[in-house]
């Protein structure tokens, strides 16, 4: 019985515990058979869902930057060039501390206070995540004793990068300009103008100058590479590359051996200088002292270099040849003749007797011609070659401002010359309409009188000046001076000349009244006229006109004495001129500031340009004398 | 000679349920090869080391007698709940869970004993009680399986919980608990959950939160179910082909070669691959639930059918999780994962399937 219901019970046990068994082998079917769904849904249905996730994740797409297009001279001198070099870069972001990983790192390699500086400034100026340069043009040495201690600098990585230089340091700085890392207004006009693909990777761009104006030629187009890339964001290997396409090189229209002996003839003057080829609006060279190194910009430039460029007195970043401006002085009288024979208000013969001073009728106040006393009967060809003031002032009364700033603006004056490189300023052509809008106030009679020796609201830049007096040797057809010669593919070489835009002008004047005025403009050259003693002796002709520009103005009976004024308050000293004046190649304004006499300070500098540029004589540069001590020179004071 | 010798290491070795293991064991170092990048045979020798032990636990397990092993299960469950209780007073933390006990000489991981011992310990305990099973004996057992796991998962070492607790559940339900009292003890179990959340660890609860919706925390949590359903999804039927897999050579997929396991062999082996892999566990736990069915005592059907279910368990979880449709609870894949504790038990369990096996008719007087 007991065993029995023992036995009965066992079975029972037995039966429940397969029973249970087979639920149990049924769950584990179903279970698997879930786990098959699974599968077939991720790996059938979404398939390839998932496979063009696992290919977004292992594929980057990485920014291949092309090599920056080179400035060359007209000659094939290189102005802006790039090297390879290796930099040290840190990402802050990736730096628990980075003040620290530097003092670390200045055990391992040199690390300057400036370099530390610059640093510092342009994490101000970035983002955290963006790789920053430490260091820059590391030697070989330097690389391999950083490689070594690489592990212990997290976030730090050697680059090989491409550098912008630029040779010629200070020479042509202005019209080359430079290039800096992008900052924010940068990022705002590529994306502006669409072009935020193709700045991926590229982290300096164009800022003044050629390299800033002509930044779409000479940056290229950026190609990509596709990295196979881990988990961790290293690049495995290459899969697919589009190659970059270089940036053009570009040929420029300065002359670079004439722009050095430019600036070597301004001395310790600073000053301006605008060398045009009449015939096409070339610029030959363009000269502003002083000028700047521009390779400190490149890689990011530090705060004490900044200041110092920044503050100094001499304004060293001023491009003065494009935003200075100047009352032109006595060389605006070229231009007042010709408006009078333009308007008939002068004919070539008329004459006045020249007291030495010139009066408004009704008016005490005279107007001093700068030669005490006069220069007797004067006529048209006559005012020229002396310079003289009381003419002017007649003839700019009699004109009226209105007539005057019609005929300035045919020039040029007044208006933009449209240089292809940015920062230009407009100078000051006046007129009644002006002074209203500007002033509130009337036009006088005696604004006319000082406008007519190129004083009182007259202002002028002397890339202005230059384009003028290109339009006197040209015929009278207005030039636009251009930088760009031509456009050259640097794979190719295949070059593109720019289109001359003077081909089409039409003259502005009439050729017989434009002959009269050269034809005096070169007697300023010969003995007798203001120029003579810069000119002597130079186997071409020149026309040209002296002029000074007053920084102070004069009381009533005051007499200009320099040696009472400081010297930023002395006279700027200015020259035009243009030669062969037979057939002219060349045209030019100057200006030196505090230079006091067009003739003798800037009429040396416009000697050695011509005799460079028309004879190819490379003279020793000679600086221009020093003031003299007193004020007896041959040449005009106005 | 060398047939005495191999009658020697395989009079106590069950022939199918060995071929299933090697089988299955061999696919795993294949692919331990090519989680570890390939050319890296630095953890293929070292699971071939581990596979060397737990082979000897497997031998040395299918010698011993399952009375032997019956007569073992008590203080075995006893010494490893006192380690447990060591854990919890005196264990060592290692990245923010206290599971290891420092005995001086070498430190263990109790609840790893635990999976072997708690479903011998039941297995001995409905045993003693076969003549007529009460509701008292099932509260009795609840109380068995319910000591050790409350100690795991306040270790917290949720998978290992799971797996403990799932091992001492199957030896119930083997044994019969009624249908009522599960469906009941089920109810409370879902009524209770919102106060088991509010006991769940941060990180915990985080992996639920993930699982429910990896994309909410994409680049945390998130990622490691992100990364393995992209590396399953994208292996297709076919798969990658072996080393080929490019979520796993290029370590998008976290702990590849270890819980991860399945998305760096469904990446390369595509759905082909995965069904194969089912098929040879599916063979392991046919012949398992056979040794089950056919065991002599109520002790060893028990202790078979809950080793059996058990490696189910560990299977079920692990390619559950990494395919995103069970939370991530840091379970192996069974025979193919890298690493020797969970290989050791595991196969220490196989040795007692044999050991039943091979012992039944001796004791079926």
């Known amino acids: 019985m007991m065993v029995g219901q023992a036995l009965r019970d066992q079975q029972r046990e037995l039966t429940v515990f397969r029973s249970r068994l087979m639920l149990a082998g049924l769950g584990i079917v179903v279970a698997f058979g879930i786990l098959l769904g699974r599968f077939a849904w991720l790996q059938v249905v979404q398939r390839e869902y998932y496979h063009t996730l696992a290919e977004a994740n292992r594929i980057s797409v990485v920014p291949v930057v092309p090599n920056r297009g080179l400035i060359l001279d007209r000659n094939g001198e290189v102005l802006a060039a790039n090297y390879s070099a290796y930099t040290l870069e840190i990402t802050p972001s990736r730096v628990p501390n980075v003040e620290r990983a530097i003092d670390e790192l200045a055990g391992v390699i040199e690390v300057s206070a400036r370099d530390r500086r610059r640093f510092r400034k342009l994490q101000e100026e970035s983002k955290n995540f963006e790789s920053l340069p430490i260091r820059t043009r590391l030697t070989e040495e330097e690389v391999a004793r950083f490689a070594v201690n690489r592990y212990r600098f997290p976030g730090f990585e050697i680059k090989a990068r491409l550098f912008r230089s630029y040779p010629q340091g200070e020479v042509a700085s202005h019209a080359i300009g430079y290039i800096g890392r992008i900052n924010d207004a940068d990022v705002k006009r590529i994306d502006d103008a669409g072009l935020a693909t193709n700045y991926k990777g590229t982290d300096h761009i164009g800022k003044l100058g050629i390299e800033g104006a002509y930044e779409r030629e000479l940056h290229g187009t950026t190609g990509s590479e596709q990295v196979e890339i881990d988990a961790g964001g290293r690049a495995i290997r290459a899969l697919a590359r589009q190659e970059p396409v270089s940036g053009n090189n570009l040929v420029v229209t300065l002359d670079l051996k004439l722009q050095k002996i430019a600036e070597a003839a301004f001395g310790d003057y600073k000053g301006a200088l605008v060398a045009i080829d009449p015939r096409n609006g070339e610029v030959l060279a363009l000269v502003s002292r002083p000028g700047f190194d521009p390779n400190l910009f490149v890689d990011g430039i530090d705060p004490q270099n900044w200041d110092a460029l920044n503050n100094s007195p001499d304004k060293p970043l001023n491009n003065r040849a494009l935003r200075g401006q100047y009352p032109p002085g006595s060389t605006v009288k070229p231009f007042m003749a010709l408006a009078a024979l333009e308007y008939k208000k002068r004919s070539p013969e008329f004459s006045i007797g020249d007291p030495g001073f010139f009066t408004l009728a009704g008016v005490a106040h005279r107007y001093r011609d700068w030669k005490k006393g006069g220069h007797g009967t004067v006529n048209m060809h006559k005012s020229i070659v002396v310079s003289c003031d009381t003419y002017y002032y007649g003839l700019a009364t009699e004109m009226g401002i209105d007539a005057i700033h019609e005929f300035l603006t045919r020039f040029g004056f007044g208006q933009r010359s449209g240089i292809d490189i940015e920062g230009e300023l407009a100078g000051l052509a006046p007129s009644q309409e002006w002074k209203q809008q500007r002033f509130k106030q009337k036009w006088y009679a005696g604004d006319t009188v000082s406008v007519g020796i190129g004083q009182g609201y007259l202002l002028a830049t002397p890339v202005q000046l230059a384009t003028a007096v290109a339009g006197l040797a040209n015929g009278g057809i207005p030039v636009k001076p251009h930088l760009l010669k031509a456009v050259q593919d640097s794979k190719t070489r295949q070059t593109r000349e720019v289109e001359n835009p003077v081909a089409e002008g039409k003259p502005v004047v009439k050729d017989t009244n434009l002959a009269l005025i050269r034809a005096a403009m070169v007697d300023v050259t010969k003995p007798g006229g203001t120029a003579s003693a810069a000119f002597a002796g130079a186997p071409y002709l020149t026309a040209a006109k002296t002029g000074t520009a007053q920084v102070v103005g004069m009381k009533q009976n005051e007499k200009y004495d320099e040696k009472r004024l400081k010297r930023e308050h002395w006279d700027h000293a200015l020259f035009v001129a243009f030669a062969p004046a037979d057939n002219p190649t060349i045209a030019l304004a100057i200006l030196a500031e505090n230079g006091q006499h067009g003739a003798s300070t800037a009429g040396p500098i416009a000697r050695q340009v011509f005799d460079y540029y028309l004879l190819k004589k490379e003279v020793p540069v000679k600086p221009p004398p020093p003031p003299p001590e007193d004020d007896t020179g041959d040449d005009e004071h106005d | ?365």
């Open chain 2, 1 to 365: 000679m060398i047939s005495r010798a191999f009658e020697f290491l395989a009079r106590r070795i069950d022939g199918p349920l060995m071929a299933a293991l090697a089988l299955t064991l061999a696919l795993g170092i294949t692919v331990v090869y090519s989680a570890s990048g390939g050319g890296d045979f630095s953890r293929v020798f070292s699971q071939g080391r581990n596979l060397a032990v737990a082979f000897v636990a497997l031998w040395v397990f299918a010698h011993i007698h399952p009375q032997v092993l019956m007569r073992l299960a008590l203080p075995a469950y006893v010494v490893g709940l006192v380690l447990l209780l060591g854990v919890a007073l005196f264990g060592e933390i290692r990245l923010g869970a206290r599971r290891w006990l420092n005995l001086g000489f070498t430190t263990v991981q109790p609840s790893e004993v635990m999976k072997i011992a708690v479903p011998l310990m039941l297995a001995w305990y409905f045993h003693r009680r076969e003549e007529g099973l009460r509701a008292r004996d099932f509260a009795i057992a609840g109380v068995i399986l319910a000591l050790p796991v409350g100690l795991i998962v306040r270790q917290p070492d949720l998978g290992t919980a799971v797996l403990v607790f799932a091992s001492g559940f199957f030896v119930i339900f083997l044994a019969g608990l009624s249908w009522k009292i599960m469906i009941a003890a089920g109810a409370a179990g879902g009524a209770s959950l919102p106060f088991l959340w509010t006991m769940l660890h941060d990180y915990q609860r985080k992996r639920v939160l993930t699982l429910l919706d990896p994309s909410q925390d994409p680049l945390g949590a998130g990622y490691h179910i992100i990364q393995s359903t992209i590396a399953i999804g994208s292996g297709g039927i076919l798969g990658k082909g072996w080393l080929n897999g490019t979520q796993a050579q290029l370590d998008f997929v976290p702990e590849r070669s270890t819980d991860f396991i399945l998305a760096v062999f469904g990446e390369e082996f595509g759905l082909a691959g995965n069904i194969v892999l089912i098929v040879l566990y599916l063979l392991i736990i046919v012949r398992g639930l056979m040794i089950a069915a056919n065991a002599s005592t109520v002790f060893s059907r028990l202790a078979a059918g809950a080793i059996t279910l058990t490696f189910f368990t560990y299977a079920f979880v692990n390619m559950g999780m990494v395919s995103g449709i069970l939370p991530v609870v840091g379970v192996p894949l069974p025979m193919i994962s890298y690493g020797g504790t969970a290989l050791l038990s595991m196969l220490a369990g196989f040795g007692i399937l044999m050991s039943i096996a091979t012992h039944k008719q001796l004791v079926s007087s």
